[in-house]
């Protein structure tokens, strides 16, 4: 599966986020990667800050361009307001939950143990990474992968993170999917209204 495997640090510092968890690299330097880095840089077009914001969303959530542009076609066909929907589908995305629920520290992270067959969707493995869940999927570890220490530190690391959209289940050390989530209860720094304008082009 192609996924972005490029320097992480870099990337965070071009948009000023930690968006891939916590930097140092961004606290240390708060300003962009490069030789011109800390110098004054040209204000940017309208279409730049609209594309930046798509890069953005796009290194957040782990998704290609293809993947993304599908995603953005999917939510513009629903009922709605296009960028929260577009939001939405990309929260409901089967890694993204697993990152929410703490099974995982990173998206990255849960990207893997879908991959590898660590991770149920009621009951039955599921290897996809992009698969779409729905109101009252139930998320658990696997009986057999419930030992593995990456999870378990993850879990006792994360437990203080809850979202109103999910519900644990520690003792079985798995999670329901409740709803999609509202805007407001999205964590993320993304000004959605610019993609859509972006792609409306």
Do not use: C
């Amino acid at each position: 599966m192609a996924r972005y495997r490029g320097p992480k640090s870099k990337v965070a510092r071009k948009f000023n986020d930690p968006i891939f968890g916590p930097s140092k690299a961004v606290q240390k330097k708060p300003y962009g990667p490069g030789q011109h880095g800390r110098g004054r840089r040209k204000k940017k077009s309208e279409y730049a800050i609209q594309l930046n914001e798509k890069q953005k969303a796009k290194y957040t959530y782990g998704v290609l361009e293809r993947q993304f542009a599908n995603l953005f076609q999917k939510a513009s066909r629903k009922s709605g307001i296009t960028g929260e929907v577009l939001l939405q589908l990309l929260e409901s995305r089967l890694d993204n939950v697993v990152f929410r629920l703490g099974i995982s520290p990173t998206r990255s992270g849960a990207r893997q143990l879908v991959l590898h067959k660590h991770i149920l969707v009621n009951g039955d493995v599921v290897n996809i990474a992009s698969f779409t869940l729905k109101s009252g999927d139930i998320i658990s570890v696997r009986e057999k992968s419930k030992s593995l220490e990456v999870i378990i530190n993850s879990l006792t690391s994360n437990r203080s993170q809850k979202y109103p959209w999910l519900e644990w289940d520690d003792s079985e050390k798995s999670g329901r999917f409740m709803q999609l989530p509202e805007r407001e209860e999205i964590p993320e720094n993304i000004q959605e209204q610019l993609i859509v304008e972006l792609y409306s082009k």
